[in-house]
């Protein structure tokens, strides 16, 4: 059922200290605005909002003089309603900063409400790298990963294995258009082509007649510039027509290991995707993904899950350290050094408001050495962050010619 707002739960330490001391604690209040019930609802939806109530616990366990509480919302992947939450959260609610935030759309609307405001936007899921190109903020920091990041790790890749000729199939929103856009330079810088792309509408049960465009144009790989249940459908109608049999290869720029599940391996297998967080890359992974698994419902976390726990934790140290909740001076607080974050490993928020960190070039496995349900993905390769991400002064953001004259 859709939902325009909803108390999920606010996390109070009132039962851990006493009396006095709940009575004197700082408050912070952080809104968690994603798809609930759409095709992005798998990947963050819920799940984010457990991951967000996990970093508050987390948080507050370390800090017991402050209090977390956290919200959400749906944004129903319209921008228009995302924005017009926002605004109510910042005017009316209190609420000190927006997370999560799945679809670009969505996620730059709401980076202009916030923007000269005491709020932040935390857009761990947002992928539109123009949020930290030409249209960054002091008040927006970008977690997770983003499209320049996505289409280079996987472009790099397959171009420098032989996948020259390139077919994008991608979704008609600011996401699609900015991977599209993303991808296309570093085939063409690699000596590769773009035979071609289109773009369809999201949550589209039928991508027959794309799919067949994309293998009539002769290119080597076809490109799902798209996210959540769009690649699923994706992934599962191009098998269908029997693609991968004659010699296709899949790339899905967004995809995340829902996804794969979703489509099953036997049809998913060899697809190569990319991600900053995969549940069993080491013991710390495995560790929170385990305690992730036994508040949702036995799934496994996405790096969008992942994302959310670990830009709320960092956000929230960071409002610690600044002794204030204004959201200028905590992001700030947050660009000073690296932060050593336990799923991530270092991560380093730029002056453009983009965290770097390692991207993982995953590959789906065989089902036959599968040893599980979430066994899915093994790890062929990494890129540093500043290997992975746009170089800082590629992105026109007016943010880092102030930060070289300060």
Same mark, same amino acid.
């Given at each position: ?14 039962? !851990?200290? %006493? $009396? ?10 952080? +809104? ?6 759409? $095709? ?6 819920? +799940? ?32 228009? &309603? ?18 999560? @935030?799945? =679809? ?8 202009? @409400? ?25 008040? #927006? ?9 996505? %289409?280079? #790790? ?24 900015? !991977? ?21 509408? &999201? ?13 009539? %144009? ?12 769009? #690649? ?25 290991? =829902?996804? &794969? ?9 060899? !697809? ?9 890359? *080491? ?41 204030? *909740? ?7 607080? !947050? ?9 991530? +490993? ?20 065989? $089902? ?39």
């Amino acid at each position: 059922m859709r939902f325009v707002s909803r108390i999920v739960g606010g996390l109070m330490i009132g039962a !851990m200290c %006493s $009396p006095a001391l709940a009575d004197s604690a700082r408050v912070m209040k952080i +809104g968690i605005l994603n798809d609930a019930s759409g $095709p992005y609802s798998d990947n963050a939806g819920e +799940g984010s909002v457990t991951a967000a109530k996990m970093a508050a616990e987390d948080f507050m366990k370390a800090n017991p003089g402050f209090k977390v509480e956290i919200i959400s919302a749906d944004h129903q992947n319209k921008a228009d &309603i995302g924005a017009a939450i926002a605004r109510r959260w910042m005017d009316q609610d209190g609420v000190d900063a927006v997370a999560d @935030v799945p =679809n670009s759309a969505v996620g730059l609307a709401v980076n202009e @409400v916030v923007r000269g405001s005491k709020v932040a936007l935390i857009a761990s899921s947002a992928a539109s790298s123009d949020l930290t190109g030409k249209f960054c903020s002091p008040n #927006t920091v970008q977690w997770t990963f983003d499209t320049w990041a996505s %289409s280079h #790790t996987i472009g790099e890749y397959l171009v420098g294995r032989g996948g020259k000729k390139w077919y994008f199939i991608a979704t008609d929103n600011a996401l699609g258009k900015s !991977m599209v856009r993303d991808g296309t330079s570093v085939i063409t810088a690699g000596g590769g082509s773009v035979f071609g792309s289109v773009n369809v509408p &999201i949550n589209s049960p039928d991508y027959a007649s794309f799919i067949l465009q994309a293998d009539a %144009s002769g290119a080597d790989v076809i490109a799902f510039a798209t996210a959540g249940g769009d #690649t699923v459908n994706l992934i599962k109608q191009s098998a269908e027509f029997g693609l991968k049999e004659k010699g296709r290869q899949f790339a899905a720029l967004l995809a995340t290991t =829902n996804d &794969i599940e979703s489509s099953g391996l036997a049809t998913a297998q060899g !697809m190569i995707i990319t991600q900053p967080f995969y549940w069993d890359l *080491n013991d710390a992974s495995r560790a929170w993904s385990a305690k992730f698994s036994e508040r949702q419902h036995g799934h496994s976390p996405t790096a969008f899950h992942a994302g959310v726990y670990s830009s709320v934790m960092a956000y929230l140290n960071a409002a610690n350290e600044a002794g204030t *909740n204004d959201a200028q001076a905590v992001i700030r607080k !947050m660009k000073e050094k690296p932060i050593d974050d336990a799923l991530y +490993g270092r991560v380093v928020v730029r002056p453009d408001g983009r965290a770097i960190h390692n991207m993982y070039i995953l590959k789906a496995k065989d $089902p036959k050495t599968s040893k599980g349900k979430w066994d899915l993905l093994e790890n062929i390769g990494v890129l540093s962050g500043p290997e992975a991400f746009r170089p800082l002064d590629q992105g026109g953001c007016t943010l880092v010619e102030s930060a070289k004259a300060n």
